[in-house]
């Protein structure tokens, strides 16, 4: 855990879905729709590692190891990597780039709204994930700035949930997970309050 | 010290306008000459006439649009009763039992039947008719189908006056379909069409495939195939048909009455409330392509429609 070859061991499993397309396409294997398959690939992958990303810090608790803290933010820039694939699969390969088309779905199409939703939500804690700007904003700004990741990815829930036709089995897991990492800060939250102690320390992202 | 002046820059070193203007084209072009390149390789395509219908004649109700791939056929295919994964039906189906097989026409009619297979195989002379096939989820294949018009099953039970519409059931058995509680709908899978919709001589009943058994995945071992609708409503694996006086209820319309209709015609003009009908993506392409009314085949059905408001009736 403590080694560097941690590091390199999550940026590997990171990359994995990737370089598994990757593998697929070389090979011709993308199914019959290879569209489809890269839209939904990188969708798909978005929401896990969104999901990964919440559940670092209730796990860290739970499971007491304070020291996953050192991946969240290689998890959740990746699942901001994917989410761009995802855009932009959306981007290119549905809308051949015509920009004005794409706004146009964003604004008449709820589920498209809410994916770019929880595709833009993400944009600043991308750009903001570096030490340099959490110094800058101070770590309670940065904190603050950085609950944002929990709308977009309710809003990534809502955007796959609106998708399916019928089975909506796969929505619903990922909404109940969303729902039960959102739920585990709710109680955490209420009961720091209640018992009126500080805050614990922030921690920096480091 | 050295300041570099605009001159240094010719005319010749600027990228053309035209070019230029060019840089999406190319771009959004490379992936299909990709697709091209490993069509050369590895011809997806499929030697015909080699299957038990290789002799069949052609239909004159065929497309010129080149068939999509036997495999992109077999393994993308929507078949909720198995799994909703289109890539997974091919495996999930695979040892779907379709014999014995027969199909009970009844209802408003004067002769009700029970049709063995082997007798819906030699009502008529089968024929290949390749057709394409959009589904309301965006998109389309083209396909070679190997059968003759409903129209002729349906004349051999002589519907009565009374009767108006054709109501059609699936095949459903959990034992055979052990995941279908995954999918979200009611089963047995039902569909329907008008009277003179299902008379319509492009109103299709499906035995084979690329002159071939239908494979289970693609609805063994006898469909309908109404290629100017949606996909869902060339219900697969029929059987039961029932001519009725009113409008029979169909599974994706009971599911979800808002989105799917009675009609579902394909219409570039009327969006799926989520999604636009206006392109479609067909299989082994890479651009999305304009869908056409009635699927290309407004000529040939437009008239049924006559005076109805179609984007009422969707």
């Known amino acids: 855990m403590r080694s560097r070859w941690a590091k390199v061991l999550v940026f590997a499993l990171c990359l994995g879905p990737l370089l598994w397309a990757?593998?697929?396409?070389?090979?011709?294997?993308?199914?019959?729709?290879?569209v489809?398959?890269?839209?939904?690939?990188?969708?798909?992958?978005?929401?896990?590692?969104?999901?990964?990303?919440?559940?670092?810090?209730?796990?860290?608790?739970?499971?007491?190891?304070?020291?996953?803290?050192?991946?969240?933010?290689?998890?959740?820039?990746?699942?901001?990597?994917?989410?761009?694939?995802?855009?932009?699969?959306?981007?290119?390969?549905?809308?051949?780039?015509?920009?004005?088309?794409?706004?146009?779905d964003v604004s008449k199409r709820p589920f498209i709204t809410a994916g770019f939703a929880a595709f833009v939500l993400m944009v600043p804690l991308a750009l903001t994930s570096t030490a340099g700007w959490i110094r800058r904003l101070g770590g309670r700004r940065w904190q603050l700035l950085h609950r944002l990741v929990y709308f977009s990815a309710i809003a990534g829930v809502v955007h796959y949930y609106w998708l399916v036709k019928s089975d909506i089995r796969l929505p619903l897991l990922y909404g109940s997970l969303v729902g039960m990492l959102l739920l585990y800060r709710a109680v955490g939250s209420y009961r720091r309050s209640a018992v009126g102690a500080p805050h614990p320390p922030i921690n920096s992202a480091r | 010290m050295l300041v570099k002046t605009s001159e240094g820059l010719r005319y010749s070193e600027i990228t053309p306008k035209q070019l230029y203007l060019e840089r999406r084209k190319f771009l959004a072009s490379l992936p299909a000459a990709l697709l091209a390149g490993r069509e050369l390789l590895a011809p997806s395509g499929r030697a015909r006439a080699a299957g038990k219908f290789a002799n069949v004649g052609k239909s004159p109700l065929s497309v010129a649009d080149p068939p999509t791939s036997y495999k992109d056929i077999t393994h993308y295919n929507n078949f909720y009763e198995f799994t909703t994964s289109k890539e997974a039906?091919?495996?999930?189906?695979?040892?779907?039992?379709?014999?014995?097989?027969?199909?009970?026409?009844?209802?408003?009619?004067?002769?009700?039947?029970?049709?063995?297979?082997?007798?819906?195989?030699?009502?008529?002379?089968?024929?290949?008719?390749?057709?394409?096939?959009?589904?309301?989820?965006?998109?389309?294949?083209?396909?070679?189908?190997?059968?003759?018009?409903?129209?002729?099953?349906?004349?051999?039970?002589?519907?009565?006056?009374?009767?108006?519409?054709?109501?059609?059931?699936?095949?459903?058995?959990?034992?055979?379909?052990?995941?279908?509680?995954?999918?979200?709908?009611?089963?047995?899978?039902?569909?329907?069409?008008?009277?003179?919709?299902?008379?319509?001589?492009?109103?299709?009943?499906?035995?084979?495939?690329?002159?071939?058994?239908?494979?289970?995945?693609?609805?063994?071992?006898v469909r309908l195939v109404a290629p100017w609708k949606y996909g869902?409503?060339?219900?697969?694996?029929?059987?039961?048909?029932?001519?009725?006086?009113?409008?029979?209820?169909?599974?994706?319309?009971?599911?979800?009455?808002?989105?799917?209709?009675?009609?579902?015609?394909?219409?570039?003009?009327v969006d799926h409330p989520r999604w636009s009908q206006a392109t479609e993506h067909r299989l082994g392409e890479f651009r999305r392509r304009p869908t056409l009314m009635f699927n290309g085949y407004g000529d040939q059905v437009a008239s049924l429609y006559q005076g109805m408001d179609l984007r009422k009736n969707y």
């Open chain 2, 232 to 269: 869902f409503k060339s219900i697969k694996s029929i059987v039961k048909i029932r001519l009725v006086e009113k409008q029979p209820p169909t599974t994706w319309n009971l599911s979800n009455p808002g989105e799917y209709g009675f009609y579902s015609s394909v219409n570039p003009q």
């Open chain 1, 36 to 104: 489809e398959y890269l839209t939904h690939f990188s969708g798909d992958w978005t929401i896990r590692l969104l999901v990964i990303a919440l559940a670092v810090t209730p796990l860290r608790k739970v499971l007491g190891l304070p020291g996953l803290i050192r991946f969240r933010r290689m998890i959740g820039l990746f699942a901001f990597f994917y989410g761009c694939l995802h855009f932009l699969a959306f981007l290119w390969l549905d809308k051949d780039f015509e920009v004005r088309e794409m706004l146009k």
């Open chain 2, 89 to 221: 039906v091919a495996d999930q189906a695979k040892n779907f039992k379709t014999s014995p097989w027969s199909v009970s026409v009844e209802g408003l009619v004067k002769q009700p039947r029970k049709f063995s297979m082997d007798e819906i195989l030699k009502l008529a002379p089968l024929e290949e008719r390749i057709y394409r096939h959009r589904c309301v989820e965006g998109w389309s294949m083209v396909a070679p189908w190997v059968g003759y018009s409903l129209s002729v099953l349906l004349k051999q039970v002589q519907p009565t006056e009374k009767a108006r519409y054709a109501a059609f059931e699936s095949y459903f058995s959990t034992s055979q379909m052990p995941h279908a509680s995954n999918a979200g709908l009611p089963f047995p899978y039902v569909e329907g069409l008008r009277l003179d919709e299902a008379m319509h001589p492009l109103a299709m009943l499906c035995v084979g495939l690329y002159g071939e058994d239908l494979p289970p995945q693609d609805g063994a071992p």
């Open chain 1, 22 to 34: 990757g593998w697929r396409a070389w090979n011709q294997d993308l199914t019959a729709n290879p």
